[in-house]
């Protein structure tokens, strides 16, 4: 039999920022994961700097040994028409790879860790939880994503729930691909569709290519991914002769009302198990973050006690976070919303600070 205090289900980022925090107050935490470190996770690799400035890792230090991609430039539009090019000619965000990124979060944490096993069996005891018959903990935080077990066994069920669908294919140019490409690394584009509903992206990150689109609530996501990848082929953004091998996940935007509950007797959902993405962009890893730190932080303050009741201000935290600045997606008619993204998407002024410093990078909360 394994005890520990606070076992953390899932290594990504929400689990491992809620472990690091846990683990530097001295409290017992093991973080399970049913993937051995290095693993990849499908995403576009795009972070916004507070990231790196709530986990406190400097971009030199960081950079020295992975790929660090800073973003400067913007090039964004309604899908197959023209472009408006925004340069901050200052970093305003990152570009990492996800086996590099989470690996890394995942040794910070400073905690032990059992990979390669998938939390298959989760009992409710008297004392608090037993995991697949050999571990035993006081409290979990469901950390496993979209469909993370302890999300299951609180109730949640993902196949039922309107997700945003990705699809995303990342490889490695070709060298001679290296100097001709005709996006500069650093350099994000963004395709929207006409109601605003979903965008591609373009963003190459080193010699890395990133390619991928994502659409909410997430119907025919396949058939306009590839769309969008032969697009970009036709165009030369894309070498004709890679094949983008596409990857898929599904993940909640945050809802004020209606989403999953984070909080049970012993328990709490951080990150995209949670269902904390941004609902403007889509940005799930600062949300996942903050959301393991929030979570962490009311396990401190419960003392031992984790009844429901003790675990409630979790709630609130995420509520005062992120209900005050992220609204539903917008209901008004298909019509009006595509005149509208149709005059916003044509305008500099308006893309610059509006979609890109309001939407995506949350200029305004800083
Ligand atoms: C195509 C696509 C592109 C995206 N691009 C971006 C982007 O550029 N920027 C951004 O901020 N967000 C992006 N997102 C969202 C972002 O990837 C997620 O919001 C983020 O990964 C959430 O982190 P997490 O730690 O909650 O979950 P995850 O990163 O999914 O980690 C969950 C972990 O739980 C483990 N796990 C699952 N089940 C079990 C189990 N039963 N037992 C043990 N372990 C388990 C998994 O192996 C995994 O390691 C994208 C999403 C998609 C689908």
Known sequence: MQRCEVLVIGGGPAGSSCARFLASEGVPVLVMDRERFPRDKPCAGWITPEVLALLGIDPAVYGSERLLQPIREFRTGLMYRDEVVTDFAHTVSYGILRSEFDHYLLQ????????????????????????????????????????????????????????????????????????????????????????????????????????????????????????????LQLRGDIPLDLTPHLKGHAYLPYRRTGGRDVVADGALLVGDAAGVSSPQSGEGILPAVESGRMAARTILEAAGDYRRERLEPYRDSLKKRFGAHRADAPSAPATLRKLAAAAILSNGWLTRHLVLDHWFLHADET
């Open 108 to 231: 910070a944490a400073g905690c032990p860790t059992l990979l390669g096993e998938a939390a298959a069996k989760i009992v409710r005891t008297a004392n608090g939880w037993l995991i697949n018959d050999r571990i035993e903990a006081a409290v979990i935080v469901g950390a496993g994503g979209h469909h993370c077990p302890v999300a299951a066994f609180m109730g949640a069920a993902p196949g039922r729930e309107s997700a945003i669908l990705a699809m995303v294919a990342e490889f490695r140019l070709p060298e001679r691909e290296l100097s001709v490409s005709f996006l500069p690394p650093g350099c994000v584009e963004l395709h929207f569709t006409p109601d605003l509903s979903g965008y591609g992206w373009l963003f190459r990150k080193g010699c890395y290519l990133n390619v991928g689109f994502g659409i909410y609530p997430g119907s025919g996501v396949r058939v306009q991914t590839q769309d969008f990848c032969a697009h």
